[in-house]
T-cell receptor, first 115, second 113 residues
Framework: DAGVIQSPRHEVTEMGQEVTLRCKPI?????LFWYRQTMMRGLELLIY????????DSGMPEDRFSAKMPNASFSTLKIQPSEPRDSAVYFC?????????????FGDGTRLSIL | GQQVMQIPQYQHVQEGEDFTTYCNSS?????IQWYKQRPGGHPVFLIQ?????EVKKQKRLTFQFGEAKKNSSLHITATQTTDVGTYFC?????????????FGKGTLLTVNP
């Protein structure tokens, strides 16, 4: 079975540019999560969706960050304009709805470098 | 806000030695999950503990959930080079049906062959 698929795997761009990260969750999963991982701050939840609806975006750092989930099989995380401090690994994860908290399945991540 | 603390931050062992990482929450957890992230990889779910005092084993890995459900540990017996990676614990943010997890900063395990 295909896992969570993220693209691109690596992105290097100059500050001020728009960056779009993409995610395809596991088919049938109800929840989709976007995380950012840095050495300093660890793994931080940015936003999560349930059935394509954003539930909690309190982790989104600034208005420069936005996320959408137009359908059950696709989500994007956009940074505009990008800044060097946005450099990090961005993970998408998905999970099933169920009693209690279900395991989260992570994609391979996008390694983002803003110059 | 709710915090999940892990110690130690780093641990280097000789192959064959045991390893333990500890996780402590500032609040009572309904459950706790453990993940492993290999260098350059992504977090991979290992296990979930739900009951107070629960102990689960996966081969050489032993997971425990404290009686008060505020702490947990992962113990690896006789480490191997394949155990290298960062081990994270994660607990649900308290309140309602929130599906958010708070991750600890992780313990990076390196194993000298």
């Amino acid at each position: 079975d295909a896992g969570v698929i993220q693209s691109p795997r690596h992105e290097v761009t100059e500050m001020g540019q728009e960056v779009t990260l993409r995610c395809k969750p596991i088919s049938g999963h109800d929840y989709l999560f976007w995380y950012r991982q840095t050495m300093m701050r660890g793994l931080e939840l940015l936003i999560y969706f349930n059935n394509n609806v954003p539930i909690d975006d309190s982790g989104m750092p600034e208005d420069r960050f936005s996320a959408k989930m137009p359908n059950a099989s696709f989500s994007t995380l956009k940074i505009q304009p990008s800044e060097p401090r946005d450099s990090a690994v961005y993970f998408c994860a998905s999970s099933l709805l169920g009693q209690g908290h279900q395991p989260q399945h992570f994609g391979d991540g996008t390694r983002l470098s803003i110059l | 806000g709710q915090q999940v603390m892990q110690i130690p931050q780093y641990q280097h062992v000789q192959e064959g030695e045991d390893f333990t990482t500890y996780c402590n929450s500032s609040t009572t957890l309904s459950n706790i999950q453990w993940y492993k992230q290999r260098p350059g990889g992504h977090p991979v779910f290992l296990i979930q503990l739900v009951k107070s005092g629960e102990v689960k084993k996966q081969k050489r890995l032993t997971f425990q959930f404290g009686e008060a459900k505020k702490n947990s540990s992962l113990h690896i017996t006789a480490t191997q080079t394949t155990d290298v990676g960062t081990y994270f614990c994660a607990g649900p943010v308290s309140g309602g049906s929130n599906y958010k997890l708070t991750f600890g900063k992780g313990t990076l395990l390196t194993v000298n062959p």
